[in-house]
């Protein structure tokens, strides 16, 4: 294993924070997997489950089984871990500008495309390897002509130059309260299908771009617009399997939970030859990919407290009353359904809403009427 320490910016004087990097085997000699931590950084399942793949991963080097490399930032935002208001810790947007941790990475596909436009070739790994040390150069490129960088510009740009050149790219976040889901460029499904049955997913959210450049997506994307664009003219495999999977709720951080999830990580690395070693029989899946555009957000009428009597891992119907919202002032008592057949795979934490809130959601298999605009919080 191999840790070096990324300085990030200095914000300030007297302030300096870091991004801790451990790599097991050997760069350049098999496939690369990425794995990150806390991007927001109040959701820490995540940060547990690398603690027990770390050790998996040094037992493995130790015994000359890592045939790739791995590459793991346990805690992925530094700035995020020092954010709290009235106690509780804040992690999921910047308290300076407001805006979220996983957003707004480098998208660097028109630059991509038009530098590997005469250079592609009949070779699909040459491609692969072209293309990567394009994105290579193009993200270092990217850094210095964004002129001077805040410490988040920093932070996203320092995590992107890791994972730039990866096959594998999973970023590990949770939802408030949840059930184990994934989401994944609906051009990786179904290569990513056996990530979500060694998981055992309930959802596996697809979506060829869910707005706003999320972590994920820096590193699918440009896969997308190549094949779109060169696809029918030369081979390009969907090079880099990028997702993000959300290990059920902010407060299941237990280590029966953690060390199970690391096994399964494991076992996937092995079935990507990452390292070597039989992962066993891959479990039955239980789900099938469905659109992230299928997802029913099913919001509030009016505020109040929320009473909820469906839970995530729940499969439920359309209609059905999945809990209500009560406002004890007007005496109303609203129960809310959803527009869709489905598994409610996350809710929200609190149990006061406003008008609008969200309350939980459901994925559907059916892409919904009217479903537009961020596929990330529309409703
Ligand atoms: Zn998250």
């Known amino acids: 294993m191999q840790q070096k320490r990324i300085e990030l910016l200095r914000p300030q004087m007297g302030t300096q924070r870091a991004l801790t990097v ?34 998996l991963l040094a037992e493995a080097e130790a015994k000359g089984e890592i045939t790739g490399e791995v590459v793991v ?35 660097l596909c028109d630059e991509l495309l038009a530098a590997v436009e005469d250079k592609l070739s009949q070779n699909a790994d040459e491609n692969v390897a072209l293309v990567r040390s394009e994105l290579r150069r193009l993200i270092k490129e990217r850094r210095v002509a964004s002129g001077p960088l805040t410490d988040l510009q920093d932070l996203r740009f320092s995590l992107a130059e890791l994972a730039i050149d990866a096959d594998l790219v999973l970023d590990l976040h949770c939802d408030w309260e949840a059930a184990m889901h994934l989401y994944t460029s609906d051009s ?88 070597s070693g039989d992962p066993g ?12 555009a299928g997802v029913d957000r099913v919001s509030a009428t009016h505020g109040g407290v929320i009473v909820f009597s469906a839970k995530p891992g729940d499969h439920v119907k359309a209609g059905q009353e999945l809990g209500y919202v009560l406002d004890t002032e007007t005496g109303e008592k609203t129960p809310f359904s959803s527009r ?10 609190g149990r006061l809403v406003v008008p609008g809130g969200l309350l939980c959601s459901i994925a559907g298999a059916e892409v919904l009427a009217g479903k537009t605009g961020n596929l990330l919080t529309a409703r």
């Open 73 to 107: 930032v346990p805690f992925a935002n530094p700035i995020g871990f020092t954010q709290y208001v009235d106690m509780k810790p804040l992690g999921r947007f910047e308290m300076r500008t407001g805006q979220n941790f996983n957003r707004h990475y480098p998208d």
């Open 281 to 292: 029989p891959l479990p039955a899946p239980k789900c099938d990919a469905t659109p992230l």
């Open 188 to 275: 990786s499904w179904p290569d990513a299908a056996d990530l979500s049955a060694q998981l055992g997913a309930g959802a596996c959210l697809i979506a060829e771009e869910s707005g706003d450049n999320p972590f994920d997506e820096a590193f699918s994307r440009p896969w997308v617009e190549l094949r779109r664009k060169f696809g029918d003219t030369y081979p390009i495999p969907m090079a880099t399997l990028a997702t993000t999977i959300e290990l059920r709720g902010e407060q299941d951080v237990y280590d029966h939970y953690a060390a199970e999830d690391a096994a399964n990580l494991f076992r996937f690395l092995q079935r990507r030859g990452v390292i």
């Open 340 to 349: 869709t057949d489905g598994f409610m795979y996350a809710r929200v934490g």
């Open 22 to 55: 451990r790599t097991y085997g050997t760069p350049g000699k098999g496939p690369k997997a990425y794995l990150q931590a806390a991007l927001h950084a109040d959701e820490l399942p995540g940060v547990l489950v690398l603690h027990h793949l770390e050790k």
